[in-house]
């Protein structure tokens, strides 16, 4: 019936509007019948990306144990002001010596994992209860969803997810850069350099894997047949697309003990781990 | 092997009703309709229960069991302990017409509503041809049995009975999307998505993939793709600019 029924027209009663008394529902008075622990996953979700937040702000406002030759941190690269330690990036203006640079740059992957479609599942459900898990009723009175703004914004995902691929060209460029020892010669590897390399590669598996992403590279055709390249290229990202979520947690991890490890080296906590 | 179960099942009507306590036979390999069709064979013959195929392939037996969305057929009795109970109540989203049964007719009120599939016109021998890449993302929604599981489990009407009237729920937003990416299609409906079938209500937390009994993954593969398509032509500024210089071929 669902597949050829003309517009308004099939053989079912249009629908009641709003006008009419809707029937009644099973009077369950329960907010859920579920007898598994669905409260569990919505509680470890807040807990890990409170800790994350807690962590990545005080970082952030910190504006020092950022750099240390030939490591730079992810959260202060690129660093764009003249106050920058290091020299991984041009420095393009002075800004005010109380703004940390972190807090310019930020903004951008940030917005990405925001608007994210898996981040956007997990705060929903964990801190807005909206549902808390499937089948448990919400606490909300009222529910627009992203009809509106703000949320109306989460549109925006596809312009971080561009800005985002910038930002993965810098940290890139960054383990690149680590392959030099502190003096600035080339042929150094440390323990620092393989955490700048894979939390890069984390990152670019979190970027491309995005629902964005697969959407661009040939999500939005209908003809896959007549684009066989972009065909391929949707194929791939649809494989990886598959581990999104896992991506995801994975490349915060990376960023925040890619962060850490810095921090380390830059409080003199630990020496580098030498390779060559 | 078998072992006496302890069942609470809902029974009343729109008026109201409770969930009653029944201890029942349960023999080894049986699903939860099995259980259920010998509580109506063995102590309550007046119980409703809609059913048909126990195969979980005409989307008939839908209900909610601890509380979960499932089919009463596709659910082994195996999964639960001996001692367990198990409790099984009509979906909730929908007006109870009595006991397990359901009013569904929403739904079928909403597929109505959708613009149907509009091909383009036949080639010069008259076939329609197409690729078999072209139209597998579309088969995969094809596969939907119409149980309304994923209907019955979206927060948007099921916390919120008001939406009933902006929103389509899931299994026809991925009718929208099945659509929209059908290679010999040539209605647009995206604005159409957007503006009177809700698909900004649904805020992608995925119960509709979890409790699909074929594994469809409406989210990932349908809504997602429905947003995006949305997000070219109403907020995306270069793909519409691209359009409009004709860089881009509206495929």
New interface residues.
Partial sequence: ??????????A????R??TET???????AAR?????RWWLQPLVTVVVLVLFIAYSTVRAFQNAHYFSEPYISPFYSPCITTDCEGDTFPELFTGPSWISPAIYILVIPLGFRLTC?YY??AY??SFWQ??PA?????P?R??????RLP??GQ????YFFYAGLVFNVILTYDAVLAFRDETGAWGHMGLGTLVLLANAALLWLYSVSC??C??IVG???????RHPLR?RFWTVVSRL??HHMKFAWVSLFGVAFADFYVLLLATDTISDLRFF | MSYDATFRVWRGDAAGGDLQTFTVEVNEGEVVLDVIHRLQATQVGDLAVRWNCKAGKCGSCSAEINGRPRLMCMTRMSTFGEDETVTVTPMRTFPVVRDLVTDVSYNYEKAAQIPAFTPRPREADGSHRMQQVDVERSQEFRKCIECFLCQDTCHVIRDHEENKAVFAGPRFLIRLAELDMHPLDVVDRKHEAQDEFGLGYCNITKCCSEVCPEGIHLTDNGIIPLKERVVDRRYDPLTWLGSKIRRRRPD
Wanted: hydrophobic share 25%; net charge positive.
């Fill in positions: 019936m669902t597949a050829t029924a003309p517009r308004r027209t099939g079912v009663t249009p629908g509007g709003t809707p029937p009644r529902r099973a009077a369950i859920t019948l579920r007898t598994d479609y956007r599942k929903y459900r909206s549902p499937c089948a448990v009723a919400e909300h009222r529910y627009t969803g992203e009809t949320l109306l549109n925006l995902h596809r629902h964005s697969r959407h999500g939005r055709l209908n003809s896959f047949s065909y697309n598959a």
